[in-house]
């Protein structure tokens, strides 16, 4: 990357050079006497420089938050809360993490325990499985087990479903294609906006294009970020399939909620909303959501399957989810 940039550079000033060498008669006369070719290699490589900056700040910005997460899990390992508290102020005093002189300490002498990030104030007897990546899924004390489904638990839960037990289960879809990006933002980016107040939002469950699982919350725990309606907010298990989302057609270009260009072979125009079209969520992603349901339907007696937009303001998961097939799995619990 650096070597790549250093060249550009090196590229612009040999312009540079040629553009002075045209020797204009007066500053009025300089634009006219520019080489167009020359001005818009020029504009064309200040992009490309500008582009790869945006890239390395973004780059160097998750592997801070990465270090810092490593950080915090370190103190979470530690065993004893106030050992978390004193070895967080020794980061934060060396100014490896960000935070106030004796911070956690503080937090500790006011019982603000919840905002010191170790694991026993979040998840109480939680014990992580290994990655098994044998061919079948499984559902064991409150995780999907098999097929390489990741683990990789985030702070945003309300805390223990009544009973420990759910009773809804609501699927959503993000707005990016990337799934282990995906459980990055929702791990070290999320618990970062202010008004989540240090918790974050995180679904249960990401399924990505290729089927691969990663789980963020047992299903034992709800999840902030669930649904903003009160009827289902504190009983569900919330499952994001990980899909561009809604697009947005501007001639032959697509492009997302953030306004990103989305280029895929499987965009198809929405049936309901003519408005709005959908890269459809793949064969691989599909099955591994049946059979997740099929899991927590015959574990907790699931009631309502329901979609992010029955229930919220929100357009996803769209009109390509097999809604009918996924409730008629619950007919096991009537028998």
Same mark, same amino acid.
């Given at each position: ?16 050079? #040629?553009? *002075? ?83 956690? $300490? ?17 998840? /109480?007897?939680? $014990? ?10 499984? *559902? ?14 985030? %702070? ?11 009773? @809804?289960?609501?699927?959503? $879809?993000?707005?990016?294609?990337? *799934? ?28 990505? @294009? ?39 057609? @501007? ?9 990103? #260009? ?12 003519? /408005?709005?079209?959908?890269? %459809? ?48 799995? *619950? ?5």
């Amino acid at each position: 990357m650096e070597i790549e940039k250093l060249k550009i550079q090196k590229e612009i000033k040999e312009l540079e050079l #040629k553009i *002075l060498e045209s020797k204009p008669v007066s500053s009025s006369w300089a634009i006219n006497r520019i080489n167009p070719t020359i001005l818009v290699a020029v504009i064309g490589l200040f992009g490309t420089l500008l582009t790869i900056a945006i890239q390395i700040s973004a780059s160097n910005k998750l592997e801070n938050r990465k270090f810092e997460y490593g950080i915090y899990l370190q103190a979470q390992n530690l065993g004893e809360i106030e050992k978390a508290a004193k070895f967080l102020d020794f980061y934060v005093q060396a100014g490896i993490i960000p935070g106030r002189e004796n911070q956690y $300490s503080n937090y500790l002498k006011e019982g603000e325990y919840d905002k010191i990030p170790f694991t026993s104030n979040v998840y /109480k007897n939680i $014990s992580l499985p290994m990655i098994e990546i044998y061919d079948s899924l499984i *559902l064991k004390d409150n995780f999907v087990i098999g097929k390489g489904t990741k683990y990789q638990l985030t %702070k945003s839960t309300w805390g223990e479903f009544e009973d420990q037990t759910p009773k @809804n289960i609501i699927i959503a $879809s993000t707005v990016t294609n990337d *799934l282990n990006q995906t459980a990055d933002y929702y791990t070290f980016f999320a618990p970062m906006r202010p008004e989540t107040q240090g918790k974050g939002v995180s679904p249960h469950l990401l399924i990505g @294009n290729t089927g691969r699982i990663i789980q963020l919350i047992p299903f034992n725990y709800s999840a902030i970020g669930a649904a903003n309606n009160e009827k289902y907010r504190n009983n569900s298990i919330l499952i994001q399939l990980v899909n561009w989302g809604p697009l947005s057609k @501007n001639g032959s270009i697509f492009t997302n909620a953030y306004n990103q #260009k989305v280029d895929s072979q499987n965009i198809t125009q929405d049936p309901i909303s003519k /408005k709005l079209y959908w890269d %459809k969520f793949s064969d691989e992603q599909i099955t591994a959501l049946k059979k997740v349901c099929q899991l927590l339907i015959l574990k907790y007696k699931i009631q309502e399957i329901k979609l992010r937009s029955e229930i919220d303001n929100k357009p996803n998961p769209g009109p390509f989810i097999p809604i009918n097939d996924l409730r008629n799995l *619950l007919n096991v619990n009537e028998k």
